[in-house]
């Protein structure tokens, strides 16, 4: 027994967004766990990170405060599930809920359960979140290279802890806000004291008003979900920038009047730009979105050939009033001594 809340971070990676994805838990270096996924997206990651660390400490009896860098599962389980739940698992407007297997598994484990959500702003340092997101994301480049990845030791302290089961698992700014309070009634049952008898008179009204017709707030709350599961433009350029210098650029997304500026301050050769380097070690220092269509990243690169710092700006255009796929407009690299 821990005797004290448990206080891990959870997080999710993919490479590509759909792609080979990963997701992981951290607590500390004798008390972590990960897996993935050939094929999935950083939300999927996200949310299966928070669930296989629920079934993890399930039978130790301790408060839970989880860090999570993704408002998306934040949201989903603090606040939007209930309403899910209530409409059969659809979104007010119909369509199907996102990821709702594992949305079920999530309120399943949920029940009974004492758990504190609290944001933290991902890649900024925050130690435990950096190793979460370190293990997420080696899982996934492991299944890229077609290879098991290191599922980690599990609960160390808690040997005697259910198994963590796999049915839900798919087949295929300030340092941190408010924290999120959740217990099982964030996911829509709560019931009164066991063995008192006492009805919720909460939910009783609940169940005698019924479920309203969907109105402006739950529209709006439904954008909002839509918005929080699709990844940011600069989330999606931190992707595909980490995906250029660990495996390469492909032609296809280097824009035609790129400027690419070598480590010598000379015009680079568009062939360097293919060639990655897995074994790089990356910190994010800057990542800057100036509009929908145009995102700056600054990223420290320790590789096989040294340091340097890799600004690069990613730009889409419009075309008949739709985006186009992101291209790298210009790269330049430093070399530091």
Known sequence: MFGM?????ADGSALGNPGPAGWAWYIDDSNWRSGGWPH???????LQAVLDLLESTQELGEPLRVLCDSQ???NSITKWMKGWKKKGWKKSDGKPVLNVELMKALDAAMQGRDVTFEW??????????EAADARANAAAKAFQAGRAPEEGPGLALGSDAAAPSAA????GPAASAEPAAATGAAAGDQAGPAGSGAADPRAEAEEQVGDPDPDLLSSLEDQSEDLAAAPSPAQEVFGLERGRIREGLPSATLHPEAVLIDSDGRPGDPASVSRGDDSAD???VDLLALSGRAV??????????????????????????????????HLQVTLES
Do not use: C, F
């Open 5 to 9: 809340t448990i206080i891990a971070a």
């Open 296 to 329: 700056q990243t600054t990223i420290h690169v320790l590789g096989s050939t040294g340091s340097a710092v890799h600004t690069a700006l990613w730009t889409r255009e419009d075309s008949r009033s739709e985006l186009g796929q992101w291209l790298l407009r």
């Open 168 to 171: 839900a698992a798919p087949a």
């Open 120 to 129: 933290v702003k991902g890649h900024a340092g925050h130690e435990l979140n």
């Open 282 to 284: 990356l910190h994010l």
């Open 40 to 46: 999935g997206t950083n939300n999927m990651g996200e």
């Open 72 to 74: 998306y599962v934040i």
